[in-house]
């Protein structure tokens, strides 16, 4: 059987990789793979510090995920030779103020709620466990299974896993072919066809802009800005993961530090603004004091793929052999193991993972209201 995948970054590549694992013949094309959203990712594995009200099957969905990450990573390195970043330091969420404090005491009891295991500090007990926090913080919560990994360093070894397990990686944008109503394959920019006998997109927000891709496939996915700063320093000045209500920062290994991120509803604009910078520095250094030592190695901003309900679509189109894996919004990099393992199941015509009916690409078109 012959797969294409339109899309490499983390998404398209553990599809890619997975898929070819079972056989399957595959052709991944990109640009640039590794690139997109994926680049600009804080590699967060947090699906209990940044669980929402409202969301609890995006919140089983990323829990299955998160739970798959060690032996994901054990076995992408073995296949890659490349490591992934990741690390096992947990999440602190903190409270500047009485305001941020009463959110925390509601955000406690929700995850208490779902079943989540957390445990709710004073100001006294955040201090302890991070003595780089702001004295005048006032209570925290302990998120201490979540995780990270570096998306760079992750993409990094996906590309050596998907090129050291045989697939074809064409470095070019693709446009999808349709023949008959079903796919036939894509067909790259130098106008080189290659037939495929079904085609998956995990083009992020730039899926609606696949050249072929029929009307009635079109996911309503749209671009969501995020700002990121890279800070460097001899050590990191945590060693969680610290969370405010406007900011996080992500300690990593070699002693940088990222700070994000902005969410703006702003189309296709990259540009890094001044206003976001300051913005992202002073929360910043409002929670950790001493990041206002650190160099400013980075400023980028990349786009997330947005979707109306912020769970992505992952499953079959109405169109024969057409598979959708896009709209991961926040999530892409926590749930690429679990996204993959769905993608390669629909290929290899096994049963869906249980939960995955849930982001099935066409439950906006049930939601439409019936015309008169």
């Given at each position: 059987?012959?797969?294409?995948?339109?899309?490499?970054?983390v998404?398209?590549?553990a599809i890619a990789w997975?898929?070819?694992?079972?056989?399957?013949?595959?052709?991944l094309?990109?640009?640039a793979?590794?690139?997109g959203?994926?680049?600009?990712?804080?590699g967060?594995l947090?699906?209990?510090?940044?669980?929402?009200?409202?969301?609890?099957?995006?919140?089983?969905?990323s829990?299955?995920s998160?739970r798959?990450?060690?032996?994901?990573t054990?076995?992408l390195?073995?296949?890659?030779?490349?490591?992934?970043?990741?690390?096992?330091?947990?999440?602190?969420?903190?409270?500047?103020?009485?305001?941020d404090n009463?959110?925390?005491?509601?955000?406690?009891?929700?995850r208490?709620?779902?079943?989540l295991r957390?445990?709710?500090?004073?100001?006294?007990?955040?201090?302890?466990?991070?003595?780089?926090?702001a004295?005048?913080?006032?209570g925290?919560?302990?998120?201490?299974?979540?995780?990270?990994?570096?998306?760079?360093l992750?993409?990094?070894a996906?590309?050596?896993?998907?090129?050291?397990?045989?697939?074809?990686?064409?470095?070019?944008?693709?446009?999808?072919?349709?023949?008959?109503?079903r796919v036939?394959?894509?067909?790259?920019?130098?106008?080189h066809?290659?037939p495929a006998?079904?085609?998956?997109?995990?083009?992020?927000?730039?899926?609606?802009?696949?050249?072929?891709?029929?009307?009635?496939a079109?996911p309503?996915?749209r671009?969501v800005?995020?700002?990121?700063?890279?800070l460097?320093?001899a050590?990191?000045?945590?060693?969680?993961?610290?969370?405010?209500l406007?900011?996080y920062?992500?300690?990593r290994a070699d002693?940088?530090v990222?700070v994000?991120?902005?969410?703006?509803?702003?189309?296709?604009?990259?540009a890094v603004?001044a206003g976001a910078?300051?913005?992202?520095?002073?929360?910043?250094?409002?929670?950790l004091?001493?990041?206002?030592?650190?160099?400013?190695?980075?400023?980028?901003?990349?786009?997330?793929p947005?979707?109306p309900?912020?769970?992505?679509?992952i499953?079959?189109?109405?169109?024969?052999?057409?598979?959708?894996?896009?709209?991961?919004y926040?999530?892409?990099v926590?749930?690429?193991p679990?996204?993959?393992?769905?993608?390669?199941?629909?290929l290899?015509?096994r049963?869906a993972?249980?939960?995955a009916v849930?982001?099935?690409?066409?439950?906006?078109?049930?939601?439409?209201p019936?015309?008169?």
């Amino acid at each position: 059987m012959n797969v294409a995948v339109i899309g490499g970054g983390v998404i398209g590549l553990a599809i890619a990789w997975r898929a070819a694992q079972q056989g399957l013949r595959v052709t991944l094309a990109d640009p640039a793979p590794g690139g997109g959203a994926s680049r600009v990712a804080a590699g967060m594995l947090a699906p209990v510090g940044e669980a929402h009200f409202g969301e609890s099957e995006l919140l089983q969905l990323s829990l299955d995920s998160w739970r798959l990450y060690p032996r994901f990573t054990d076995e992408l390195q073995s296949v890659s030779g490349r490591p992934s970043g990741y690390r096992e330091c947990g999440t602190l969420l903190v409270a500047r103020d009485a305001d941020d404090n009463a959110s925390l005491a509601r955000e406690y009891r929700f995850r208490v709620a779902e079943g989540l295991r957390v445990e709710r500090l004073s100001s006294r007990e955040c201090l302890a466990l991070e003595p780089g926090l702001a004295p005048s913080i006032r209570g925290g919560i302990l998120a201490a299974g979540d995780h990270q990994v570096d998306p760079r360093l992750l993409a990094a070894a996906l590309l050596a896993a998907c090129e050291r397990s045989g697939v074809d990686v064409v470095r070019s944008r693709a446009s999808l072919l349709v023949s008959a109503g079903r796919v036939a394959g894509v067909s790259t920019e130098e106008g080189h066809d290659r037939p495929a006998d079904a085609v998956v997109i995990a083009a992020g927000c730039w899926t609606p802009l696949v050249t072929g891709l029929p009307a009635e496939a079109v996911p309503p996915v749209r671009p969501v800005k995020g700002q990121i700063l890279r800070l460097g320093g001899a050590a990191p000045p945590a060693q969680r993961v610290i969370r405010g209500l406007d900011v996080y920062l992500v300690p990593r290994a070699d002693g940088s530090v990222v700070v994000g991120s902005t969410v703006e509803e702003r189309g296709f604009d990259t540009a890094v603004t001044a206003g976001a910078v300051y913005g992202l520095l002073r929360d910043a250094r409002e929670l950790l004091p001493d990041v206002a030592e650190l160099e400013l190695v980075e400023v980028a901003a990349g786009l997330r793929p947005g979707t109306p309900d912020n769970a992505p679509l992952i499953g079959a189109t109405s169109v024969p052999g057409l598979i959708m894996a896009t709209g991961h919004y926040r999530n892409g990099v926590l749930l690429a193991p679990i996204t993959a393992e769905i993608v390669a199941a629909l290929l290899a015509g096994r049963p869906a993972l249980p939960g995955a009916v849930a982001f099935a690409p066409d439950r906006f078109a049930k939601l439409a209201p019936v015309p008169a």
